[in-house]
């Protein structure tokens, strides 16, 4: 049956891997923690492919994994190891072409599989700035920014990718494309559609193209590195610079243990001669600004300067990868219960004789936790378990940004309400009542 399926794709998209071990280069994921196995993948050009592709996969009863970049960190982006359905994986790394830019509304349209580097220096070099940026900006791609809604180091002063989205064009399970990008910028005619496409992580179809608002560059700005004994006194620094008006661009703390492991991978020097519990990254509108801090706190209106500091915290999450099979949590709380929800978490983790390491990190102005725990096996749960129902206890949220995908689906209702799940299943049966894509990401069973 995989046969004729693959000479029948053949027939319609120029790119098709059927060969295990190219195979193989797409079914793991970013952390190594989440492995999956697919029949086929695809690699198609455009929306009309797409649907052609969709058909036959309907017709042939295989299911569809999308992929973007691949920098997904909780297993939406691979397939799964068992599954009973063969499984198409449709890479949009092909949907590479910017299509429009208008240059004096600042609006950018592009294919879904543009990076988001891409668009950002196409943007820059016409005196524009694309709002969302995060350290995976190499590789992440539109349509993953916006199927998980990232969020990234600019979300207190810009929002999350929600918030810059103004048009999608998708392909739905039964062929048919849905798009608003060349809809007026105000249209208030009843349920805005695509506008669910936003954080479905590829449940509901698959994102073809994405018009996307930029906001004016900043024209200066002052980083602020200040060394914290802990992540209660950095949100007080934080709240400090909030209180005397200051303009906020990003507020982001790494603690003492990823910091070790960011100076080791990334061989960057220590910043101070003592290394602080906590080290905070905070950047202002407006040069040489002056900040009422810890008399060790480094600043800089310098660009290259900023970037060398900037180094530290965007290799975070890669340097706990390299330290082994680690589990991801990304969290989030209310911004004035990030200290005392951090000490709570260091000593419930401290208790736990199977981590071996721990340590955080992330936007503090946010009150988004990045949570790394290296000890226990990938498949086992019970760690992220215990540190999810933590997180409801604070009525936080179990996903800040990086989405449910494969990692986090069976804890949806921990944060989500029973309504709100019902909805959801009710809303993917309206869309894909076959469960053709992504099957077993973000919902449960
Ligand atoms: C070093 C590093 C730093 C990161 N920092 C941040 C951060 O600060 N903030 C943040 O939010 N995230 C962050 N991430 C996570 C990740 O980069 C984002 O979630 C990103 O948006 C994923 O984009 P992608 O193209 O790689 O998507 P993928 O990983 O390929 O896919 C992610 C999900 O989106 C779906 N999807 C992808 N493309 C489409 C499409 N065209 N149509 C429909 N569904 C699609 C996939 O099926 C999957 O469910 C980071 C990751 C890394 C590795």
Known sequence: MTS????????????????????????????????GK????????????????????????????????????VGGSVPPPNSLRPICLMSTSSLNSILDFDVVTGHITVGAGV????????????????????????????????????????????????????GIEMVLADGQVISNLTSPLKDNTGYPISDLAVGAEGTLGIITAVRMKLIRPTLSSTLFVIP?????????????????????????????????LIMSYSQLRPLWPVPPNVTVFIEV????????????ALGTSNAGEMRNFWKYREAASDS???????????????????????????????????????????????????????????????????????????????????????????????TRDAIDIELMKKIKEVFDPEKLFNPGVLLPD
């Not at 949570?371 to 990938?378: D, H, K, L, S, T």
Request: with cysteine; glycine share 8%; charged share 20%.
């Open 38 to 73: 697919a029949d086929v993948v695809v690699r198609p050009q455009n929306a009309a492919q797409i649907t052609e592709v969709v058909l036959l996969c309907k017709k042939f009863g295989v299911a569809i994994q999308i992929q973007g970049g691949n920098t997904g960190l």
């Open 115 to 166: 990076s988001v580097a891409q668009v950002q220096s196409t943007v820059r070099a016409r005196g524009w700035e694309f709002p969302i940026d995060l350290a995976s900006r190499e590789s992440a791609t539109i349509g993953g920014l916006v199927a998980t809604n990232a969020g990234g180091i600019r979300v207190c002063a810009f929002g999350m990718t929600k918030q810059s989205v103004a």
């Open 320 to 414: 706990w990868t390299a330290a082994g099979k680690v589990h991801k949590l990304d969290v989030s709380v209310a911004v004035d219960q990030i200290g005392t929800f951090e000490s709570k978490l260091s000593a419930m983790l401290s208790n736990f004789e199977i981590v071996t390491s721990y340590g955080s990190f992330g936007h503090l102005a946010d009150g988004n936790l990045h949570i790394e725990i290296v000890g226990p096996a990938q498949d086992d749960y019970e760690i992220d378990k215990s540190v999810l129902e933590l997180v409801a206890k604070f009525n936080g949220s179990i996903s800040a940004e990086h989405g449910i995908g494969r990692a986090k689906r069976e804890y949806l209702g921990l």
């Open 228 to 260: 914290c004994d802990s992540v209660q006194l950095a949100y007080e620094t934080l709240l400090s610079v909030q209180k005397a008006g200051h303009n906020l661009l990003a507020a982001e703390y790494v603690d003492a243990k990823s910091m070790q």
């Open 285 to 296: 509108a407006g040069s040489n600004i002056q900040l009422d801090a810890d008399p060790r």
């Open 4 to 35: 004729a399926l693959n000479l029948a794709l053949a027939k319609i998209v120029p790119s098709v891997i059927t060969d295990k071990d190219l195979i193989a280069s797409y079914t793991s994921d970013w952390t190594g923690r989440f492995n």
